[in-house]
């Protein structure tokens, strides 16, 4: 089970890559390691896991079928907390999966003298090694992990783990892991609705289909202050539920977490993982070389997963010192790799290899070319290098790409992996920023009063470069499978390059100008050096926005600059309630970021505290949409392929029946009397919804075929089984879509969305087509062929050229069905929500998010045609359109920007990350 789970991480990562022999060497280090083994701690190879399987010299595919057949005939497990059994005898130290004892060295089995033990005994020896096998097994898969991935693999293990004890039910699991909401639940009742969203009741609609949950809607309508104050806890996970739902089970609870608190359920996950595995399978060890290389051999080499701030080849050198290793000495080089670097690079592999040594090749990811030449060198390594050689690579993953073959695949399977990210948190970021400045630089500088204003606009550009790494925390929208995207819409690779660069500018300009060119540096800062990593104009709009706030006069001490008696502290805040230090001295601002940094929070980046809950909630989605897809949709969501076709079949059926007839599009162009821009929006999204009806009824009937024998099962009918049979959109049905609407919804809400969708059409095109008062934005294909139809109309009627013409937007008091008759002026639309901010009904402008309100939908906006000299921002702020929370990127462009109307500055809104988005995934 343990290698299965291991051969199945590559979904996640390309680097994720395990081999059977790497795998077998750590598993026997675990039984070394375990209380009571007496053998030595010695590498494994296959030919003696030959041995051990089978006693022969039999073939390596038999060797591996064996393993096979009895690794699926054993029941996994850790310790006496799962209650596994295993039968066979065993002799001398026991080995796992009822294999014969043999030799750790490869010795013959009738050499070893046997062991009798007792029944109790052989019980506790088998729990001791399954519990020390499984911990050393997750231990070194887990230091190769990216943090944010820590916590999937971990609640992988501790899932299927009690699902083959039977601690956990199979279809509660599979219930937590789609987190299904029901697509039309019944009304919600008025005192519910006050601290409940439609989300949340759908969820709980959901969830009452479950065997032990049927009175929950009851209970929560009986009981409403109760939850009330349950779901308003900080840490509900650590609090007892109402009633009598605070005796279920652990597992049981985190189905009612996700329903009611999702942005909780990352915490509680951590939490019943400490409980069902230990504490140790939560917290880890701090990275120590000693131990790496430790578990190394000159047929291993270690790699090290590049992050920014971080710097493996240091740690290297450090520890290689204190074994003897060092460059003067001749037996350690390290080479940053790049062009020109081949030809030593393989000199020293190759002198090493036959004499001993460690080689730490950096940055081999910009070797793409050469990269198989180094494949080479350890195949051969492998085999005839000397003990005391050591290979050390590192390679930066590519943003939004973690499917990128970087690295060959036979070195990921044999490396040992080190992924060890720096903190990302504030006071961490700024302490490596500032660190990278030494005080002697100001020496360049020419006056007293340069020297201390270089001080103090370098504090601030560190808390710049902070803030930016910082943010990502809060999602980076593409490729990184958080679900949001309100830290910044891409994953950029800000780096400690391009902070040391503007501090060289800064010297510069400081010392060229006689006054400090504040608008040069910002666009120096935000346009050339950071900017140049920006390809999403909203992310630069961010960035530059902090750099207006940030780096300006303000941030300098009140007083003569030059004379230290005549200031006072300066007036700007860096962040609420933190404001510039007095730039005395470089141990004064080191002693500051230390003494007086404000703690770790959403405020510190100009955000709504509520963006860590909208973070914490996509973090969730995140983990349970990839624990779906790592075990290839769950662990059999009725307990058997029988139970489980049925269930697809069923889906099938239901789908089949609801899904609607195609539009006659002839019947509709028949009735046109006029084709203006909104009736060719129409016919387009007409046209555009039968494609994916036609696609859906085919395929559907097809696999219908499939199940019934007709036909053979081909790889698209499979994945439509297994997205039915796992709730998620096919691929075969994203492919008609030209949104990523289908990532963030499950199949059943996605579904319900296209019906809606048809609905309006079937509306639109009736009789002479004529638009609806309101237009529900979301359910087009395509929002900004809308958009663009108001203003081609509007330039229509008054004979004006299209390149002229913009809109503005105004938010009305109005819903839906208040409205009986067009908007006097552009067109009416609605079915949008808010995010990051909400807006206040009754003042009519944007205000503070209320807490634990993620999402806001707002009532009837009117879009106004208006021309370029009558566009005025005044009072406004320009809020970008998005799709859904992942917001822009190369899947999903940005669907245009909207004006609302602020009293609060534009750049509050714009550090908040305000967006209008069309699709509410938390309701989904």
Known sequence: MLFFLLNSLNKIHAFYQYSLNAFVTVFSRGIDQAPGSCRKQEQVTLRQLQKRLSGNAADFEEVIKKAKRQSSNTSGG????????????????????????????????????????????????????????????????????????KLIVLTLLTFQILLRSGRIDSVEYDALCKGARSAQPPPITDDLSRWMSEGQWAAVDALTTVPGFGSLAKDLEKSSDDWLNWCNNEAPERVAMPGEWSRMTEFKQLLLLRALRPDRVTNALQRFCDAAMGLRYVNQDAFSPQVVVGESSSATPIFFILFPGYSPSKEIEQYAAKVGKTVEAGNL?????????????????????????????????????WIPRLERKLEVAAETAHPGFRCFFSAEPINGAPQAKIVPESILQTC????????????????????????????????VAKRYAYKSILFGLCFYHSLLLGRKKFGTGIGTGSGSGMGFCRNYSFNMGDLTTCGDVLINYLEVYKHIPWDDLRYMFGEVFYGGHITDNMDRRCCTTYLQVLIRSEILPTGELGDLSTWSTPKLELAPGFKA?????????????????????????GMHPNAELSLLTSLGETLFRTITEVSGGGTGASGSNSAGEAAVRSALKE?????????????????????????????????????????????????????????????????????????????????????????VFSLSAWYHDVLKRYEQLAAWTSGSLTTPNSVWLSGLFNPKAFLTAVMQTYARANKLPLDVMMFITEVTSKTVEQLTEPAPFGTYIHGLVLEGARWDKEEGVLKDSLPNELHQALPVIQVKPVTTEQYSLEGYYVCPVYTNMQRANVYSPAVSSFTLRTADAPHKWVLASVALLLQDDLAS
């Open 655 to 743: 789908y089949l029946e609801r899904l609607p007839e195609l539009f006659v599009m002839l019947d509709i162009e028949s009735r046109i009397k006029e084709k203006t821009p909104f009736v060719v929006v129409a016919l387009q999204e007409a046209t555009r919804m039968n494609a994916l009806l036609e696609e859906m009824r085919r395929s559907m009937e097809e696999l219908q075929l499939g199940l019934d024998g007709a036909l053979n099962m081909s790889d698209k009918m499979e994945a439509l089984a297994r997205g039915i049979a796992t709730n998620t959109v096919p691929a075969l049905w994203m492919s008609v879509m030209s949104t990523r609407i289908q990532e």
């Open 333 to 369: 080089t390290l080479i940053s790799m790049g062009q020109g670097q081949e030809g030593p690079a393989e000199a020293v592999l190759d002198k090493y290899i036959c004499e001993g040594g460690w080689v730490f090749l950096d940055n081999v990811h910009l070797m793409q070319g």
């Open 416 to 447: 040992i992996k080190i992924s060890n990210e720096p903190p990302s948190d504030m006071k961490s970021n700024m302490r490596r920023a500032f660190a990278a400045f030494q005080p002697e630089a100001e020496e360049r500088l020419s006056t």
């Open 78 to 149: 850790v310790g006496s907390r799962l209650g596994s059994r295993r039968t066979t005898t065993q002799s001398g130290c026991m080995t796992p999966s009822g294999i014969p004892a043999a030799s750790m060295t490869g010795e013959p089995i009738d050499e070893e003298e046997e062991l009798e033990m007792t029944p109790d005994q052989l019980e506790a020896r088998i729990n001791t090694l399954l519990d020390t096998c499984t911990y050393t097994v997750y231990n070194y898969t887990r230091r190769g992990l990216f943090d944010r991935d």
């Open 581 to 605: 230090p007095l730039p005395t001295s470089f141990d004064a601002l080191l002693q500051y970021i230390e003494t007086s940094l404000p703690p770790e929070s959403p405020i510190v980046y």
